[in-house]
């Protein structure tokens, strides 16, 4: 039987975001990426590159030609919509979010609501009380809207907040925000993560980090 890890308790608000953080969406998000970039005739490898903890909205211009873009932001959510078996929870999160107070924690993603949601349905996970999506804010990350959003919703102060991510631009956000982050070598090597207080290769060591920020 998996030990569940002792409840936060008062301890620090915690802000994650989904994909490679609670959600394993590697494979759906490749096989997404690399079948729109075959049809419309884009790099799919540099797409891959730059695309994690970023909006479709600003990816899809950076690599399609204008007049594509609707077609392809429309092909995109039909190939995620039908990847649903493609998801899984990323190793520690099913016992992580069990453990904490249902109001001491949110999600923050570059996903639409919708779909996000969908997504931690089907890797088995709670939907939070405050999730915090793309379409929510007026800039993504590696603006702090986001994260700041969450923290309101929560009633925490940033200085209360910890932050957990998998991409360059989601700790940019988090420390634009002034909130402590911890970020996870998921879908980036820990040298691209470098801007995090804390790097991580497991989401079950989280308390090690939590440990830090309070020496």
């Known amino acids: 039987m998996t030990a569940r890890p002792a409840p936060v308790g008062t301890g620090p608000y915690l802000l994650f975001d989904i994909d490679g953080t609670l959600v394993d969406s590697s494979r759906l998000i490749t096989d997404v990426w690399r079948q729109v970039a075959a049809e419309f005739g884009a790099d ?34 039909v190939l995620e919509a039908a990847g649903g078996d493609l998801l899984s929870p990323v190793p520690g999160a099913t016992e992580l979010l069990a453990a904490l107070p249902a109001d001491r924690w ?19 996970l709670p939907v939070p009380a ?12 590696p603006d702090p809207e986001g994260y ?14 910890v932050v ?3 991409a360059p631009a989601g700790v940019a956000a988090g420390r634009r925000a002034g909130m402590f982050v911890v970020a996870l070598t998921t879908t980036h090597r820990a040298p691209a993560l470098g801007e995090a207080h804390h790097v991580l290769d497991r989401l079950a060591d989280l308390p090690t980090a939590l440990a830090a920020r309070t020496t």
């Open 44 to 77: 799919a490898d540099a797409i891959l590159a730059v695309c994690h903890g970023r909006r479709d909205a600003e990816v899809v211009p950076m690599f399609f030609a204008a007049a594509d873009v609707p077609a392809v932001m429309a092909r995109i959510q």
């Open 164 to 166: 957990i991510e998998d």
């Open 130 to 141: 405050v999730l915090v999506a793309a379409d929510h804010v007026a800039e993504g990350k």
């Open 106 to 124: 949110a999600a923050v993603t570059s996903g639409p609501s919708r779909l996000m949601t969908g997504r931690l349905r089907s890797a088995g």
């Open 148 to 161: 700041l959003a969450a923290a309101r919703a929560l009633g925490a102060d940033p200085a209360d907040c």
